[in-house]
């Protein structure tokens, strides 16, 4: 088999192989095959650098050193929530909505406030050419080649034209906790939690430190799509088929006492999880309805982010 052939059918395995295993959870090969292909792929880009490519496998290892991040300017904004403490907060949301909308009843999407890194992902053609931190909303950083280790970050989706999605970068717990006990063992510093090292490690300078961090990601907004949907869920379920990672806790509610119901189990689930959430966000459902809605100054009048109490510390 000719070199460009063998490094063909190499990155289309791994690409499948990496699916199954980060996105899908059911690897077909064991970690070891996996391995060995892409340490033959590294070994062939290594001889032949004419044929290495921007959506190789291998760049999930990481590689480049950069001297700064470049200041990227987002689009559209990547805006904050207004919070929610209590059912009250809630339900005075659920007012303003159902008032403005002229409704007596709205379908909310409830989904898990991941407590992580807001990220922005660009596709051009479907190849994966910008990642970029949220920074003050407007501009953030290019933190494309350390998004590039991250393995449910697709390289590269089936969509033409631009496509920009929006999610929260993250360390696992269990990753939190072995980086934390590698840190101590060197006299390092620990971080304090999972959302300080998730972030410590995107902000690397050399992706080879991020590519060891077993960082993770969950999509949950389009910031521009070449295609329309008419309900925020019914563009999660496009993101999943073109391959990204979405939360699976997200549940559609008819009411706001469903939504209530929702927090109220998840406030008692959250310490089973396997990452930390910090909330619950809660989005009107009905695209043409948040248009009708749209922002104010820093924040959407059809989304709102209800927080869990402090968790009290045990000193
Ligand atoms: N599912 C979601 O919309 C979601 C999850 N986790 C988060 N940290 C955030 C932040 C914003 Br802003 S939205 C959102």
Known sequence: MEVKEEIQALKEKLVKYNHEYYVLDQPSVPDSEYDRLIQRLIKLEEEHPELKTADSPTVRVGGKVLDAFIKVDHQTP????????????????????????GKTAVPYVCELKIDGLAVSLTYEDGQF???????????????????????????KVDATGRLEVRGEAFMPKASFEKLNEARLENDEEPFANPRNAAAGSLRQLDSKVAAKRNLDIFLYAVGEAPVEKEAHSAYLTYLETLGFKTNKEREVCQSMDDVIDYIHRWTTKRANLSYEIDGIVVKVDDIAAQQQLGFTAKSPRWAIAYKFPAEEVVT
Do not use: H
């Open 78 to 101: 990547m805006l904050s929530l207004g919070n929610a403490f209590n059912e009250a907060d809630l339900r005075a949301f659920d007012a303003r909505v159902k008032e403005a909308l």
């Open 129 to 155: 050419t910008l990642g970029a931190t949220r920074g003050d909303g407007s501009t953030g950083e290019n933190i494309t080649e350390n998004l590039k280790t991250i393995r449910t970050i697709p390289l």
